[in-house]
């Protein structure tokens, strides 16, 4: 007896992505492999997809093919409420033939870095760093102990230093390298939530003129640098800023001079600070 069989390409999926739902007569009641020649009255019957639950059906087609199946492309949605037990039903000839697919609600980390001088300074005066970590996804995004959540590759000229680090997360700590690499792993097992938030700053200080960019050339500025997370997006985990320093204001003041008044050709000692 021809049997309707309809399976989900992946019985998981991460919001926003795809699976290719497939409704197929190629086998029977038995698990019998059923020739095409015997599907000539099935083939170019009308089929349906339907009842799409935390997604969204398209490219679904309306007759069975001369494979004998038929497709349609169900997407995860992308929203708080799409997260949990989602799929879509295949109907042919009055028979409904319901699939499931566990829609994983996904984190999305995002990194800035800002500066507190504007983006200026001048030379052996000190500005702060601060990167700005965030996961506005819908889901968790869960590191273990030792793994890295945030890293940056500093300005690494002779002329510029860096002070302590401090994360407001007490589960990261921070920490710049000899190379000057800063590097920001977890030290217990991490999850941060949806819309959870932490900052990371450091004080840095530049004897010599010239713009300080982080990251530095061919580094990088990232939360999960590694790629640990599964995320609806990648394309938002880099951070970067910069800051010119120029050359300090310099000034002289006369302090005293003796003797005053004084006549003309007379020596006078001046003072200065």
């Known amino acids: 007896r021809l049997v309707m069989s309809h399976v989900p390409g992946a019985g998981t999926l991460l919001q926003g992505n795809a699976t290719t739902l497939t409704a197929s007569f190629l086998t029977d009641s038995a698990g019998a492999a059923v020739p095409l020649a015997n599907l000539s009255r099935i083939i170019g019957a009308p089929i349906a997809f339907s009842n799409a639950t935390r997604g969204t059906l398209s490219s679904a087609a309306t007759t069975v093919q001369t494979n004998g199946t038929a497709t349609a492309t169900f997407t995860a ?13 295949a109907v042919f000839d009055n028979q409904s033939l319901p699939v499931s697919i566990t829609i994983q609600c996904a984190a999305d980390l995002t990194a800035t870095l800002a500066n507190n001088v504007s983006g200026s300074t001048l030379a052996g005066q000190s500005w702060t760093w601060t990167a700005t970590i965030r996961n506005t996804g819908n889901g968790a995004a869960s590191f273990t102990s030792g793994q890295t959540v945030f890293s940056a590759n500093l300005p690494n000229s002779a002329g510029i230093s860096y002070g302590t680090t401090t994360s407001s997360n007490a589960g990261v700590t921070c920490s710049i390298n000899g190379t000057k690499d800063l590097i920001c792993t977890a030290n217990t097992a991490l999850s941060l939530a949806s819309a959870a938030s932490f900052t990371v700053s450091f004080s840095a200080t530049a004897n010599a003129t010239g713009s300080y960019a982080v990251p530095r050339a061919s580094g990088i500025c990232a939360v999960d640098p590694n790629s640990l997370i599964a995320e609806s ?6 951070c970067s800023n910069s800051v010119t320093v120029n050359k300090a204001n310099t000034t002289t003041t006369i302090t005293g001079d003796t003797p005053d008044p004084s006549v003309v050709g007379q020596p006078v000692t001046v003072s200065y600070s």
């Open 77 to 89: 949605g992308t929203t708080a409420a799409d997260c949990g037990a989602g799929g879509a039903t």
């Open 233 to 238: 997006s990648e394309a938002n985990n880099s």
